[in-house]
């Protein structure tokens, strides 16, 4: 499209839309909700309207805001935006509610008293500090408690309470160990910002926070983004929506769009009455609906009608598409999780005949279930990428250097010095860094750096002293090297080799295959592709970059991949052909939801996923599917019987490479010999669900075993004896997995 010859936006843009769109992308003042079904143009009618207020009302391209939820959709609306809008479409501001609130923070730090390059806490940083703080309260917990903790905390910001306030908002009854929460709450609160940093939970609840303190930075605010639209509304949770009412409340140039049946983080806080009140929440609000699909088939969206019609209180909607007929949906159904991964590879390999890479994409409910299909993709040698995974960024290599570069920018990240203070490991024990903890509250000497220094002061002494000086020595140096704005691939390389964490890494690669330094590969391309995208960049620059990412945003790569994700990392994304992978009762819809009774959120997330889907559907599950080292018999979907009938063709007894095998009668057996897979059965040890290697206690904590099903790891403890006897195993992805060692397949290596 040539953007400078075009003279007549509006008729341009007005052609693309269909009656209620037209009016929607019109109305540009004012508060609009768009409150329509999967695929009917919603996030269309957004990209539309944001170029007819730039181009037809002239308003700068810098005064829009669009927020949405996942950093895939806000890709791919700022792509959408620049077809739509032309180059101008670059200088609104797209992002998502993280996103925008970590900009937010990190323009404003001054009023958190926290420097600019504070740090961002994930899960295991989390889950470091309140392990620490729950020690205080000996005999009561233990330190895998810390995720009730951690959820509630997270819970509570995202109702915008404080430990201050919280007696005032939240029923303590309702919850356990509340004799303490609120204390564990503000203990953890002081220790993050005695470390300067800010969890994910923060990067909506203080921006709410600070516009209520500081009147002036909101006014700020409102006069820098006097439009806003907001993509997937159903899905806000009480901070985002105060968010949004206190950008939003003065201008009320707000347009929200969304889906009741579309509601899928109810789990996490999000309330659908968000977007059922908004006509309340403003009393002059325009409301526009749309009806027609231009996404799906009609065969595809009948099975999503079908479905989604079993639930109530929803608000009537009537979608129809005009893409009449289209190939028949299929259900297949293979022998165990391994061949259900084989074919959902075969249905991948069909349809890449026709279809582009990027335009097909496998999703599941549970992120434990990508491992198996990725190993399929990759043993295909299929193109593939993970979305909304930590895959990368969640690995250990990738997790101690990224505590390194943390604590390197910001001293006083006690989170990142827990993780680098014996990575590797130097002789210096749990006392000891208790000691340096201690010695920061007391001296007031915020900077890890100064306080690994100054260890005989702080009552080290010997070997722990001597590692701790030598430790603030190197930490010195690279921070001058860092601050010299070094090349950083460079600098990657001198953190490796003076930490010793080269040495590591290749031994255990040597040792274990663990392939450790090739991830460590990867990120020197990513730093290297950073520095070369930004000049100037800086480590703290690259921190800041990486530390919302859940996907990479490398389009070229993307554009050749097949698209791995979780159903809820899918939400407002459409592909050709689209395969629901785990079609099982306990799997989709997921046992927990079972347990309590309320599958209907289950099935929202049903709907969104097969919505997703243009023009080919394939569902697979699997006869058995192996679960903590067993395999376990699984039942098909309810949601089967809810599918209209006629719409799905079912395909029984589908078996990859062979006959399937007779149904089991258990519903709980030990892991069945090579069928599984292919690797396990030319290694000696596997074969049988009891492994007699394991009978008198051959193992012993430090051992390097393999285990037929999650691969490399090392005996961290065992626990118990006899048969019931325990074994903790720390896996090279990370993972520490507890399994019942007789019925383990494991050997020494
Ligand atoms: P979801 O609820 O899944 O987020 P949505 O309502 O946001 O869906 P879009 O993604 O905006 O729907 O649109 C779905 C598809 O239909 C897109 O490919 C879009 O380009 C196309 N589409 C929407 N409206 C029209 C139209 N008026 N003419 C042609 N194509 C359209
Ligand atoms: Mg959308």
Known sequence: MNFATMTDWKDQILSKLNEPQQQAVQTVRGPLLILAGAGSGKTRTIIHRMAYIIHVEKVPAHYLAAVTFTNKAAAEMRSRLLNTAGPIGSECTVRTFHSLGLYLLRRNAQYLEYPENFSIWDDSDQQQAISAILEKFPGKFNKTQYRYFANSISAFKDK???????????????????????????????????????????????????????????????????????????????????????????????????????????????????????????????VIKLEENYRSTKVILDIANGVIENNYERMAKHLFTSREGGETPVLFTAADDVQEAAKVVSLVRQSLTDTPASEIAVLYRTNSQSRLLEEAMLNAKINYRVYGGLSFFARKEIKDILAYFKLIVNGKDEAAFARVINTPPRGIGDKSVEKILTARIDSRIGDFTDLLAQGDQN?????????????????????????????????????????????????????LGSGRMEYVGELRNSLLNYQRQTSQATLGDYLQQISLITTTEDHEAEKASVSLMTVHNAKG?????????????????????????????????????????????????????????????????????????????????????????????????????????????????????????????????????????????????????????RIHILFDDGKTRKFILKFTDLKII
């Open 160 to 286: 915008l309470v404080t430990p201050q306030n919280l007696p005032d908002h939240i029923d303590l009854d309702e919850y356990e160990f509340n004799d303490i929460l609120q204390e564990v709450y503000q203990l953890y609160e002081a220790r993050k910002t005695a470390s300067f940093a800010v969890d994910f939970a923060d990067l909506i609840s203080l921006p709410c926070h600070l516009f209520e303190k500081f009147p002036e930075l909101l006014t700020r605010w409102q006069n820098r983004y006097p439009f806003w639209l907001i993509d997937e509304y159903q899905d806000t949770n009480f901070a985002q929506y105060k968010f949004v009412q206190h950008v939003a409340s003065r201008d009320k140039n707000l347009c929200v769009v969304g889906d009741d049946d579309q509601a899928i983080y109810g789990w996490r806080g999000a309330d659908v009455k968000n977007i059922l009140d908004f006509g309340t929440d403003f009393k002059d609000a325009t």
């Open 459 to 511: 009552g080290l002494s010997g070997k722990a002293r001597d590692a701790a000086a030598k430790l603030a020595e190197q930490l010195k140096a690279l921070r001058k090297k860092a601050e010299a704005r070094a090349d950083l691939g460079f600098f990657l390389d001198e953190l490796l080799e003076m930490t010793g964490l080269a040495k590591v890494y290749e031994e255990e690669d040597r040792l």
């Open 573 to 725: 994304l459409e592909f050709e052909t689209v395969i629901i992978a785990g079609f099982e009762k306990d799997l989709f819809p997921h046992f927990l939801a079972e347990r309590d009774g309320d599958i209907s959120e289950e099935r929202r997330l049903f709907y969104v996923a097969v919505t997703r889907a243009k023009s080919r559907l394939y569902l697979t599950q699997a006869e058995r599917r192996m679960r903590q080292g067993f395999y376990e018999q699984s039942k098909t979907s309810p949601f089967l019987n809810e599918i209209p009938h006629g719409l799905l063709r079912v395909e029984k007894g589908y078996s990859v490479g062979g006959s399937a095998p007779k149904p089991f009668k258990q519903s709980f057996i030990p892991r069945a010999p090579a069928a599984a897979k292919p690797t396990a059965s030319s290694s000696p040890g596997f074969g049988s669900g009891i492994n007699p290697q394991n009978k008198g206690g051959k193992f012993s904590s430090g051992d390097k075993i393999l285990h037929s099903n999650f691969g490399k790891g090392r005996v961290l403890r065992l626990e118990g004896d006899g048969d019931s006897q």
